[in-house]
């Protein structure tokens, strides 16, 4: 069975860090794009990040840039993101996603994990 | 940046044809995705590349895409229809999502 189980969340003060983290089985997770969407409450998805099967390409959204940093060990099949300097309107459940990748032509998720919370408070 | 534009809410009859439509910028061109999510649940890909189904997904819901707009059709709706849908395209280095369709089974 595939699956992917975020765990890291939590309650932290503005300005603060929080490293999530997103473990895999079911699948070669050496052979496919990973990546993390969130949801502010009440709101819509928003894609935050992903990241190439070797690493060697990463991608975010604007408003993370220089904050948050995606990597992966293929080792031991997890998935990270290292949240760096957070504010309010990073709180947001955040879900781990699997990625299937065509090079200009199409990115899109095909498993997501349940999400792990994040509030940025104080 | 591209924008995806989706209608806010769609309602439709038990037993009846629900369309969701995607608006974006010669958006035919682009390959689209779809997702469910249920309430209190993680999203779900319906479809994906405009027209393909994942394994388990019904027949009811397809999609197509042309000019500027992409549609989610769910055919023959049934209560456990009732969700938000989103629609997904990637542009350049970045993954877009529309805002959402709330879709309610009257």
């Known amino acids: 069975e595939v699956r992917l189980v975020e765990s890291g969340g939590g309650l932290v003060q503005p300005g603060g860090s929080l490293r999530l983290s997103c473990g895999v089985s079911g699948f070669d997770f050496s052979d496919h794009w990973m990546g993390w969407v969130r949801q502010a409450p009440g709101k819509g998805l928003e894609w935050v990040a992903i990241?190439?099967?070797?690493?060697?390409?990463?991608y975010y959204l604007d408003s993370v840039k220089g904050r948050f940093i995606i990597s992966r060990d293929n080792v031991k099949n997890f998935l990270f993101l290292q949240m760096n300097t957070l504010r309010a309107e990073d709180t947001a459940d955040y879900y781990c996603t699997r990625g299937s990748y065509r090079p200009f032509s199409y990115y899109y998720m095909d498993v997501w994990g349940k999400g792990t919370t994040v509030t940025v408070s104080s | 940046s591209y924008q995806l534009t989706q209608p806010l809410s769609v309602s439709v009859a038990l037993g009846q044809m629900a369309n969701i439509t995607c608006g974006g910028n010669?958006?035919?061109?682009?390959?689209v995705h779809w997702y469910q999510q249920k309430p209190g649940q993680a999203p779900q890909l319906v479809i994906y590349?405009?027209?393909s189904r994942p394994s388990g997904i019904p027949e009811r819901l397809s999609g197509s895409s042309s000019g500027n707009t992409a549609t989610l059709t769910i055919s023959r709706v049934q209560a456990g229809d009732e969700a938000d849908y989103y629609c997904?395209?990637?542009?350049?280095?970045?993954?877009?999502f529309g805002a959402g369709t709330k879709v309610t089974v009257l």
């Open positions: 990241i190439k099967k070797d690493a060697s390409e990463k």
């Open positions: 010669d958006i035919g061109r682009k390959s």
């Open positions: 997904q395209v990637w542009d350049s280095t970045t993954v877009v």
């Open positions: 590349r405009d027209t």
